[in-house]
């Protein structure tokens, strides 16, 4: 009997159990719990939480070679361009914080995408002067910024990297080659996008004819195979000088929808930055996050520092009362961030004014225990602040985003986020890549009365985010904890609600990711479903209250006495993987003796949608089940099994093919 992890990497470095025995027993699970076999699960030297499956066992098989946090999140951003092309990519930017095991230090990279040096303030309004609908905006050559995430990685690797540059895009080369069956929930949005099929490019290469790809279907991208060789071979110059920055620039610039200028000087000029920390302290924790252009380590910040003055502890996760104080500091924050956040390299920011624990002091008397702020709600005069923005806020805008959370061996441990902003950014489709439409995330109104916006379109200027990677330090400046979440402007209300879960609630890292969402953007008091009973009490405390879906996606490892645990967002197909051993085993029977037609011996077993090879001489290789015509496919690498009608037709690297049969044993 065999016994394996489905949950690890299937192209490299598969730890086997060979007898029951020699695994651990897992404790028995509910049936809600059977596809998230990491919960319960306690792992002691590393872990990671990304929000695809094959960039999870990318970035896991990384770390099991003996690479870094840092050298595990490149080796997923290079898978998730290729499966989870709607979220990121090598085309977009993040943001990335990383904590040191010996230093106990916190760095942030920023890897925003940058305006290009055409690009003017009024380039989101129409003919009236009037903000021009964002579903339009997103669309073409327009909204593209320069990208920066591949940059930032690279600076992060040059600090921190512990194997080769190059070894970190074998996977993605290869599933790119090979191909990866595209997942019921990239299907949906493939289905679902107004825009995917107007794009040439994206059209031939999602879409059969007519017709969206189906979940299942084998999707190759050698396009994309030969950038991330390049990438791989050159650095991130390859990406911002040469063929491929030439491919950028007039994809920008011959777009089929607003065609705009960028050139290769924009291209080659881009800068990732290292950042000063954001830190805020609750409950004798340090929560640290990105500082601007995002505003996302800002805002929760000031969240949960104000929250720290209500004793949250003494109340129930979902009680009328949490949710009441949760939103009334979210909107407190959210006013702050539309006043004075924007790029701080070109307008001035308040920072450590905003996070003061003085000013925090003086924004909580502002929150009553059971009535909401009537009326509208003026930002405050946080230290070192010139004047406040009083404009409207910006709307509300893109959604599809991506986080990761790694902790490995060494005791770092890295919390980054990387967007393309709207889902499948721009739809300009460049080298195997999409390129991001995040120059929407600017204030589409420059100025209101006069006033210029901190968030208004310049030259070389980074859009304000919300994205919100965090790292929890203890009162010593230990790790305890990394999360972030997708999302649009809700990551901060997603990423705060996790925080305050473990901090305030003392829940385990996948309970307090699975919390209802409660929010509040500067205006109604957003829930989900399940807060529907506190409806009437929040309405009665002075809340407008809307209900939505709400389709987060947080992952998060949370270091407890026992060991590193993780969690990961249901709303998504995210994962959890670590070393354990044990996680999500497969159990196969004895293996079934096949006789081929060379008059070579097989053993095959069949197990949960898996199959086992063994063959004299030959280690033991776990295939899994693909979705492709006729019969059942078994994939791993180049080696193949078809399985049909009772034949069975096997295929290696350096086979010729061979058809097998069951033999007597």
Known sequence: MLQFSKFRSLT???????????????PPKAASDLDRPWIGRTYQTQAVSVSHPLAARAALAVLNEGGGAIDAAIAAQMVMTLVE????????????????????????????ETAPASAREDMFLDHRGMPI????????GRAVGVPGVVRMLELAHREHGRLPWARLFAEAIHLSKDGFPISERLARQIAGDRHLAK????????????????????????????????????????LHQGPIAQAITDAVSNAPFHPAAMTLADLAGYQAKKRPAVCAAYRGHKVCGMGPPSSGGLAVGQAIGILDHFGLQNETPNSPRALHLIAEAER?????????????????????????????????????????????????????AKSAFLGPADPLKGLSTAHMSIVDRFGNAVSFTTTVESAFG????????????????????????????????????????????????????????????????????????????????????????????????????EVEQPLVPAITDLSAMGHE???????????????????????????????????????????????????????????????????????????TRILAQVVSGSGARYALGDYEVWEHQGEVRVTGPKDRHRTCRKAAP
């Not at 609908?133 to 073409?140: F, K, N, Q, S, T």
């Not at 985010?465 to 979440?485: K, Y």
Request: charged share 20%; glycine share 14%; hydrophobic share 40%.
């Open 12 to 26: 490299a470095g598969l730890a086997l159990c060979l007898s029951i025995a020699g695994c651990a027993t897992p």
């Open 199 to 238: 794009f040439p490019a994206t059209r031939a290469y999602f879409f059969d004819g007519d017709q969206p790809k189906a979940a299942g279907t084998i999707l190759k991208n050698p396009a994309l195979a030969k950038t991330l060789e390049a990438i791989a071979q050159h650095g991130a110059d390859a």
């Open 332 to 384: 407190l924050a959210f006013v702050d961030r539309a006043a004075y956040v924007g790029d701080s390299d070109i307008v001035p920011v308040p920072t450590q004014g905003m996070v003061d624990p003085a000013y925090l002091t003086q924004r909580a008397k502002l929150i009553s225990p059971d009535r909401a702020i009537e009326g509208i709600v003026d930002p405050g005069a946080p230290p070192g």
């Open 133 to 140: 609908p964002y579903r339009d905006a997103i669309l073409g």
């Open 545 to 619: 209250v809307k209900v939505g879906r709400m389709i987060s996606g947080l992952q998060g490892i949370l270091k407890t006495p026992r060991g590193l645990t993780g969690g990961a967002d249901p709303r998504r197909e995210g994962i959890v993987l670590g070393d354990a051993g044990d996680e999500g085993q497969v159990v196969f029977p004895g293996p079934m003796p096949h006789a081929c037609n060379d008059g070579t011996q097989l053993g095959l077993a069949w197990a949960e949608g898996f199959l086992s090879w063994t063959e004299r001489g030959q280690p």
């Open 426 to 525: 721009s739809r300009l489709f460049v080298g195997g890549f999409l390129l991001n439409n995040q120059l929407t995330d600017f204030s589409f109104r420059p100025t209101w009365r006069g006033q210029p916006a901190p968030n208004r379109v310049a030259p070389g200027k980074r859009p304000r985010s919300s994205m919100s990677p965090s790292i929890v330090l203890d009162g010593d400046g230990r790790f305890v904890m990394a999360v972030g979440s997708p999302g649009g402007s809700r990551i901060i209300g997603y990423t705060a609600r996790a925080v305050l879960g473990v901090l305030a609630w003392n829940l385990d890292m996948q309970s307090a990711i699975d919390l209802p969402h409660v929010m509040n953007r500067g205006g109604a008091t």
């Open 85 to 112: 092309p709607q979220s990121s990519g090598i085309g977009g930017g993040g943001f990335l914080v990383r904590y040191d095991g010996k230093t106990r230090g916190i760095e942030t990279y920023d890897g925003r």
